[in-house]
């Protein structure tokens, strides 16, 4: 246990101003944000970040995937890291606190101990940064977290940057686009990772709490299916001759919602995507990509869902006689964030009395792929109405603030630890 | 029943050649057709179509909705047009025949007639003409045969140009843009319409006949249905609390093939295409847009099965708590075209010893417009495989040639008709 009598009090005025500023870039008309990776939305949001990091005194490096980082050498310029942070980027027609609230409440962790080492008496061990990962939604270029993912060496940058969203575009030419293929080294001694987010559920809202201590994440395993039948005319053919390929992707989806809610809350499922081709009226389909997802907390779980999916897609393809090819394009295994950083967390949130519980992630996120870099851990904060991945996503401001103070106090109490070595 | 001594013989050297030229204009790698109405690949068909027709010395009109006439006024400037002809529009990655056949093959017809009418001593009643009609398709802009739509009083021109593809253009700017938003008068005096087509289906190759007298038309119902639930993560959103429009869409698309598996061959039914948003991985779907069609020769039976897919939405609505609006898009009845012209068009194949047979058209063509200003029919001739609305849409020379001498000779007796008043 470490002492936090002299923690740095955050500016509630001034996190309220930098989310709404970084709300302005792809703002929608209904208050959501069009902020896909590497579009220019998201160049604009990243110049303001830099911007505004240059500003508080922060080294500013832009790696070669275009993550950012400004770090503030409050140690010493060799000092390893204490790193916060979560990324820029939107769902399409997405909220304006996914992601943006982590970089935003690192940022006022940064201004607020920055302002206390001014006048601190406390020895200070570690540097501070803070991280925007690229494309961590997924959404314009597959897979997820592909920046963290090559930073923690999941990925290759190579086959980061050759990632293609739909109009053939690649990561690499999108980020050149907007002035981020950066060539700067990705500082590698981080001494622990810790992303504040919004819980994007309802359960914190429900049970009351207000901060989450997130001690571990549900497996997530993604599918492409690949459904190939043959494009004919939707009159005249025959119902017997047609090779439908919308027709195997609906009894997939279907498929999948009935493993869910067969399973009693124990596996999630869901296909929230399908690429038609051509997408004609009168035009039976020749070709779909569908994109299924299945989630447990439980790995054995997943694991036999993933197989019983499997014998799905046989079943899809043989009614409809057409082919279907799987690509498991993600395996994201059940896992725990650092247990003393948990209890850091639920500490800091008992100091401040702030209602808190322990509970799981169900979403990805860069913290995941942290966790085979550095200690990690992730702080979740209410999402009203669990509402997520929709414009009208929403986090009461003093929910917003809450876990910011505690990000600031957990970051504050792990710099001025003794430094291990 | 009417001489047909003295017939034009068509050249299939010149009709071939035609129907090369055509296929050249949105030609895909895989030798189909990527030209929807009124796309500049359109634009360029209709211009090579206008230039032939003016150098065989016809007079060519563009009316208000871009529709293409060209008038050779064989009897006379003021006298009724004998009119044949069928679309240059295709389907997205569609064949090379659906649509150009009726064209190339009314434009042979006419060239033919011109030669023989330089040596002719029998009477003309009739001007002949060949019609291109804007967006038989309905690929680009809904609703289908919209051209013809128009001429036969159906739709207003301003409905027509108001017509928005998926980006929002409509069609009216689309052929301002290519130059075909005419000011022209379409011809009004037309005594009968004949359109040769590919039949698009498996029956004349099945039962080895050439040529097809089409009497009927199956009757057609379109819906859209406006799928609207709310978008949210696919992760931490509990199973209980989404509102999956794509979830209802697969329930409805399964249900749509189930009542066409039910009727024993009596009815059609598809689902070509759905406009998901957001679209994401990610993402539970928030809206569907569905398009379903049915299909039946007997009109309760389709009258029914439409009531049978408002309750079937209503189902998949509660089933997945979301709401689901219907819009009934196209009605078009089971009919019959017009006997006589069947007939002439029977014992003109029997003359050639061409192996005909009755059949009923199950998809819409513009003739089905036409039924309602004078007498019409149609001609079809085999596609192989019965494939049709894909690259390898595929007519055999021979049977391309067959119905293109039967259009000539059926448009060559009723031109040497006399004139009934």
Redesign the interface.
């Known amino acids: 246990m470490h002492a936090i009598s002299s923690a740095p009090n955050i500016s509630s005025h001034r996190l309220g101003e930098l989310l709404e500023r970084l709300a302005h870039f792809g703002r929608t008309a209904n208050d959501g944000l069009n902020r896909v990776a590497a579009s220019r939305e998201d160049g604009a949001a990243r110049d303001f970040l830099c911007h505004w990091l240059r500003h508080q005194g922060c080294r500013v490096c832009v790696d070669g995937v275009g993550n950012i980082y400004g770090i503030f050498e409050i140690a010493s310029p060799g000092a390893p890291v204490v790193l916060t942070g979560s990324h820029l980027d939107s ?4 909220g304006r606190f996914d992601g943006v609230y982590g970089v935003a409440a690192g940022c006022e962790a940064l201004a607020s101990i920055r302002e206390l080492a001014r006048t601190h008496s406390q020895p200070i061990s570690y540097n501070v940064g803070v991280v925007s990962w690229t494309n961590e ?3 314009r270029f ?1 897979p ?1 977290c592909l920046g963290s993912g090559v930073y923690a060496g999941r990925y290759t940058p190579e086959f980061a940057l050759s990632r293609a969203d739909g109009d053939g575009v690649t990561l690499g030419n999108a980020l050149a686009d907007i002035g981020y293929l950066g060539e700067d080294a990705s500082p590698r001694a981080v001494a622990a990772y810790i992303e504040a987010h919004i ?5 914190l809202e429900r049970e009351q709490r207000v901060i989450g201590v997130v001690e571990g994440n ?1 497996g ?1 395993t ?1 599918y492409i299916a690949d459904i190939t039948g ?10 017997a ?2 090779r ?1 390929a ?2 195997a ?3 997939l ?2 498929a999948c ?1 009935a493993m ?2 067969a399973s009693q ?1 124990q596996l ?19 070709h779909v990509r569908l ?1 299924a ?1 299945f ?1 447990a907390l439980d790995q054995p779980t997943l694991d036999a869902s993933c197989r019983h999916f499997e014998q799905e897609a046989a079943i899809a393809a043989e009614s409809a006689n057409v082919t279907v090819e799987l690509d498991r394009v993600t395996d994201r295994r059940a896992g725990k964030f650092d247990p003393e950083l948990c209890q850091l967390i639920e500490q800091v949130a008992a100091d401040r009395h702030y209602p808190a519980m322990r509970l799981n ?4 996120h860069d913290a995941i792929s942290m966790r085979d870099v550095c200690p990690s851990a992730m702080i979740f904060v209410p999402s009203a109405g ?6 009208a996503e929403y986090t009461e401001p003093q929910h917003l603030e809450a876990g910011a103070t505690v990000l600031t106090r957990v970051l504050w109490s792990l710099l001025t630890r003794r430094h291990p070595a």
């Open positions: 769902q399409p027609g997405g939604e997924g959404a597959a997820s819980e994007q559920g309802p359960v549900w997530t993604k043959a494009a004919s005319h939707t009159g005249p053919t025959p119902m001759d047609r439908d919308l027709l992707a609906a009894r989806i279907l919602r869910a809610d809350e999630l499922t869901s296909v929230g995507r399908l690429d038609i081709r051509p997408n004609s009226t009168n035009v039976v389909a020749g994109y997802e989630r992630t169900i979403a990805g669990g509402i997520s991945h929709n414009e």
